[in-house]
């Protein structure tokens, strides 16, 4: 594996390109520092390849009262059916009472009808007048086309086809691990008794005959022959007929654009597709989901929202900017090939306790993880869910003892950083805002620390340029820190290296 190869975590995340500061993810991706969670139990970056996402919980952004559960929006294809937006411009409608109704003390006999603050649409131009109860019939009888039939049908076929393929998927997976399990000749930690998945071979055969060139069929819950469900696929599949023609120029003159629904219009109701825009019938509003990430590794939660759609808190959030000394480049000068030039650097603590940075320590070697003469696992049936711990071995706690000696960068220039560590004060968010004035540099600090500002330290860090250097000029840096490890010992602290690329800039292009 080549340590200088750098993936991008994300499209705007140009690590050769664009100027600033990089740090290497444990997936060797490159990404700023805000783009980037903090594993605190792998003590390790995670990016966007590194974590998984669970849907917590679906809401409405126009009902902000409570959530929906999962059930339910899968029920209404994802959609909210208390509210309606705009078929012209997508804005959120209202419901508007008619003449004379705005004296009717009951909310569920008040007739109204449906429209657009912004571009003033109105759901009278499709007679969708009546209570609110009423309105939301007629537009779901809008909806029931032959093509919305068709669609739902075409739709269903697909979704049985996908079940089917899963539940082949997870049967061999299966096969695979009853088969290992009886090669391991070992019993003695699980049960004796046959789980009901294991098959006789000859049982085996037997279905396996049954089931040639057939196909489980969901909804008749039954095994089908494959020609007969290829033949079910073909009397949905219809031919678009094109009996229209282009408009003549005469015609076209003639024809009032305003009038006309555009493409996009037409998209938003694939079923209907109306060419008048008064003809256009309300949308349904889609529904929001709220999310929260875990890391793949140790399946630790990272970011974990609150239920309550009306909050835009986190009951968790692990981001990597209020976990690591984030490295800012102030300034270059005198950058060259085949020159000394001089980089000002901001370095920040986010802690609330004090911290000590190392800049180009000498790091232990990676781990050597030897695989254990253990037996293959036995099924899920019989040992059981293994803990969320033993999901990011090879630790026996879960950590990710790799992620602990990253990769370095390479780069085309070389930085004098100081070899003393560093001493960082304790956030303090007063003196972050900068009223506090700068403090000169301590007895105990390097010669490259130029002041010190709350819990922020500025250096000058003289770089040595490659006379071969072209393009932008890259600098990298390793930094090591402790790190208070989740679930440690009072005491016990775990020094954590992070790989780090800086990007300075373009060099001036001699002429």
């Avoid at 800049?359 to 059981?384: R, Y």
């Amino acid at each position: 594996k080549d340590s200088g190869t750098v993936k991008m975590a994300m499209p705007y995340c140009d690590a050769e390109n664009e100027q600033g500061v990089y740090y290497r993810c444990s997936c060797n991706t490159a990404a700023n520092l805000s783009y980037l969670y903090w594993c605190r139990h792998c003590l390790a970056f995670r990016c966007g390849r590194c974590t998984q996402q669970d849907i917590d919980s679906y809401y409405s952004a126009d009902l902000l009262r409570e959530f929906m559960p999962s059930s339910e929006s899968k029920a209404n294809r994802n959609r909210d059916m208390q509210s309606f937006s705009c078929p012209l411009c997508t804005t959120s409608c209202a419901f508007i009472p008619v003449d004379g109704q705005e004296s009717q003390e009951d909310a569920a006999k008040l007739r109204c009808h449906i429209e657009c603050p912004h571009c003033q649409w109105s759901s009278k131009s499709l007679d969708l007048v009546g209570t609110i109860e009423e309105l939301g019939k007629a537009v779901d009888a809008l909806e029931e086309t032959p093509a919305a039939t068709q669609m739902s049908a075409v739709c269903a076929h697909f979704q049985e086809e996908a079940s089917e393929q899963a539940r082949h998927a997870d049967r061999l997976r299966q096969q695979e691990i009853q088969k290992a399990y009886r090669k391991s000749r070992t019993y003695s930690r699980y049960t004796y008794s046959r789980t009901q998945s294991m098959l006789k071979p000859s049982e085996a055969k037997l279905k396996l005959r049954e089931r040639l060139n057939k196909r489980f069929d969901v909804s008749r819950n039954e095994w089908v022959d494959q020609e007969e469900a290829n033949n079910k696929l073909a009397g949905m599949q219809t031919t678009a007929t094109a009996d229209w023609a282009l408009p003549s120029e005469e015609e076209f003159q003639q024809t009032d654009l305003s009038l006309r629904s555009t493409p996009a219009q037409q998209l938003r109701v694939p079923d209907v597709q109306p060419s008048a825009a008064r003809l256009l019938p309300p949308l349904r509003k889609t529904l929001l989901a709220k999310r929260s990430k875990r890391c793949k590794h140790c399946q630790h939660n990272l970011v974990k929202p609150e239920l309550n759609p009306s909050s835009c808190k986190f009951k968790l959030h692990h981001f990597a900017v209020s976990n690591v000394p984030s490295l800012t480049v102030e300034s270059v000068e005198g950058l060259a090939a085949g020159a000394n030039g001089i980089v000002n650097l901001r370095i920040a603590n986010p802690h609330d306790a004090e911290l000590s940075v190392t800049f180009n320590p000498t790091m232990p070697d990676p781990p050597v993880i030897e695989e254990s003469p253990e037996p293959s696992p036995a099924p899920a049936s019989v040992t059981g869910t293994p803990s969320r711990l033993d999901a990011g071995r090879p630790g026996a706690s879960g950590r990710d003892l790799r992620s602990k000696v990253p990769n370095v960068f390479h780069g085309n220039s070389a930085g004098a950083f100081p070899q003393q560590s560093i001493k960082l004060l304790a956030h303090d968010a007063m003196r972050e805002l900068g009223l506090e004035e700068a403090q000169p540099r301590t007895e105990d600090d390097p010669e490259e620390v130029v002041q010190r500002q709350g819990s922020s330290v500025h250096m000058a860090i003289p770089v040595e340029v490659d006379e071969s250097a072209q393009g932008a000029v890259t600098v990298p840096v390793v930094m090591a820190f402790e790190f208070k490890a989740a679930g440690s010992k009072p005491g016990a602290d775990d020094m954590v290296y992070l790989a780090m690329l800086l990007n300075l800039g373009t060099l001036p292009v001699s002429v």
